[in-house]
């Protein structure tokens, strides 16, 4: 226990010491956080400095650990279960990135008639995705308002288009975009004809798409619960005098090793299966 309790404090000494000492300690690059960009930047969070996600991590699975250790006097179950718990950040910006991507994908259909009818009105594709950030869906406001001001000071469609394609991180506005640019670089009379069957798509695939996670939402929600429920059990089997003993030994320790991996194994293949192509 003084261990963790010192493993602990040095940790918090060191973020301290290197927010002293750094100008900026968010300024570095952090390659391997690519995927925890790619997260945080689907849930929305662009200010929000990428390591801060590792770090309530690790600070949770500390927590979780010496919490853990105290109830049930076994180092390899606190291991466990704080690993489990370490991942709730993940979960939790996980679920907003899906819950922010349904709730985007519902506004396209009308932002394409939006754009239809600036087109038709003459407006140009850049003046069309500007008046968005005026009259656009209150939710997309800034959005377009943050490409206008990239586009007034670079005067690059392209590369304006593209920042904007990274702040949704959205299937339907990558198709939408890929639509506008090309219209754009190589012209053409029938956009706005293109735009209608686009909309006609869009609106359909929604449908479809919502019907299908209607029906698989109480099963990933029962196969979520299968793979807990056992580490609860265990949890209150351990915390008893008698259950500590049984998990204490080699024999012990192996069941829980072959358990953890077949739990992490099974809840990979859930996600794995019931996961929606976007393409």
Not at 198 to 206: E, I, K, S, T
């Given at each position: 226990m003084g261990v963790v309790l010192g493993t602990i404090w040095g940790c918090g000494l060191i973020l301290i010491w290197w927010a002293a000492v750094s100008e900026n300690p968010w300024k570095y690059r952090f390659p391997r956080f690519r995927y925890f960009t790619l997260l945080m930047r689907e849930a929305g969070l662009f200010s929000t400095p990428v390591v801060l996600l590792p770090i309530s991590m690790l600070v949770i699975f500390l927590m979780g650990f010496v919490l853990v250790l105290a109830l049930t006097q076994t180092p390899l179950i606190g291991v466990i279960v704080a690993s489990g718990l370490s991942a709730l950040p993940v979960v939790i910006l996980r679920g907003r990135a899906d819950r922010r991507s349904r709730q985007i994908s519902r506004l396209w259909p009308d932002i394409i008639d939006n754009i239809i009818a600036g087109v038709r009105s003459g407006m140009g594709l850049a003046e069309v995705l500007i008046n968005l950030g005026e009259f656009g869906p209150p939710q997309l406001r800034a959005d377009f308002q943050i490409f206008a001001a990239d586009f007034r000071v670079s005067g690059n469609f392209s590369r304006a288009l593209d920042k904007l394609k990274i702040r949704f991180s959205n299937p339907e506005a990558d198709r939408l975009f890929e639509v506008l640019r090309l219209s754009r670089e190589v012209g053409g009379s029938d956009l706005s004809l293109l735009l209608?069957?686009?909309?006609?798509?869009?609106?359909?695939?929604?449908?479809?798409?919502?019907?299908?996670?209607?029906?698989?939402?109480?099963?990933?929600?029962?196969?979520?619960?299968?793979?807990?429920?056992?580490?609860?059990?265990?949890?209150?089997?351990?915390?008893?005098?008698?259950?500590?003993?049984?998990?204490?030994?080699?024999?012990g320790s192996l069941v829980l090793i072959i358990g953890m991996l077949v739990s992490i194994l099974a809840y990979f293949l859930m996600n794995r299966t019931a996961r929606l192509s976007t393409r």
């Open positions: 209608r069957d686009l909309a006609v798509m869009m609106r359909a695939d929604l449908r479809i798409r919502g019907e299908l996670e209607s029906r698989q939402s109480w099963t990933r929600n029962a196969a979520r619960l299968a793979v807990v429920s056992p580490w609860v059990v265990l949890l209150m089997i351990t915390t008893r005098t008698g259950g500590i003993n049984v998990y204490a030994t080699w024999e």
